[in-house]
């Protein structure tokens, strides 16, 4: 059964940098792209980056851009997420997802609080 | 960006009831549209692909049809477990967007 499974969240000062990593197993990672998506608390959901499979096409969503960095470790079948300059705005749940292109398996989160 | 409306935001039904959600895209996005179920303190978890294609072990009351800017996720037959946020999203183009939400209560 495919598992996806986030860690790495907590809270962070405004300004600060904080990274998200996602290890999946069960399928053949190296195959597929995978995405990042967060949710405000009492929000809907929010589209945050993608990352190709190969990990040389990379795509963000305005609002994070310049300030999120999506890459990942074929061989760790890992993806990470590099959150710097950090506002209180960014305070969410951050789910890891397969992109086939929907997301058809997702993680159970990690919560980023941003606050002084 | 595209742009997708939802409505209504908010709908209270019976169980039993037949309910529909509207999904409007702000351009054409041909049949690249996925419906995703949300329950408190839960991931989002796929209903339909492709505008109508039921995702496995999906039941079979929910259904999706629509195609271009406008799309509907219907539930046949509605359920107490269907108590749920639904949210549609575009795969046509990046950035990839999402509907603000539907509630259903039931």
């Known amino acids: 059964q495919v598992h996806v499974v986030e860690s790495g969240g907590g809270v962070v000062q405004p300004g600060g940098s904080l990274r998200l990593s996602c290890a999946a197993s069960?399928?053949?990672?190296?195959?597929?792209?995978m995405q990042w998506v967060r949710q405000p608390p009492g929000k809907g959901l929010e589209w945050v980056a993608v990352?190709?499979?190969?990990?040389?096409?990379?795509h963000y969503g305005d609002s994070v851009k310049g300030r999120v960095t999506i890459s990942r470790d074929n061989s760790k079948n890992t993806i990470y997420l590099q959150l710097n300059s950090l506002r209180p705005e960014d305070t969410a749940v951050y789910y890891c997802?397969?992109?086939?292109?929907?997301?058809?398996?997702w993680g159970q989160g990690a919560l980023v609080t941003v606050s002084s | 960006d595209i742009q997708l409306t939802q409505s209504p935001s908010f709908l209270s039904a019976s169980v039993g009831d037949r309910v529909t959600i509207t999904c409007r895209a702000s351009?054409?996005?041909?049949?690249?549209l996925a419906w995703y179920q949300q329950k408190p303190g839960k991931a989002p978890k796929l209903l339909i692909f492709?505008?109508?294609t039921l995702q496995s072990g999906v039941p079979s009351r929910f259904s999706g049809s629509g195609s271009g800017t406008e799309f509907t996720l219907t539930v046949s037959s509605l359920q107490p477990e269907d108590s749920a946020t639904y949210f549609c999203?575009?795969?046509?183009?990046?950035?990839?967007?999402f509907g603000q939400g539907t509630k259903v209560e039931i």
């Open positions: 997802a397969r992109e086939v292109p929907w997301g058809d398996y």
């Open positions: 069960e399928f053949i990672f190296r195959n597929y792209a």
């Open positions: 990352i190709s499979s190969d990990g040389n096409s990379k």
């Open positions: 351009q054409g996005i041909s049949s690249y």
């Open positions: 492709a505008a109508s």
């Open positions: 999203q575009q795969l046509n183009d990046y950035p990839r967007t």
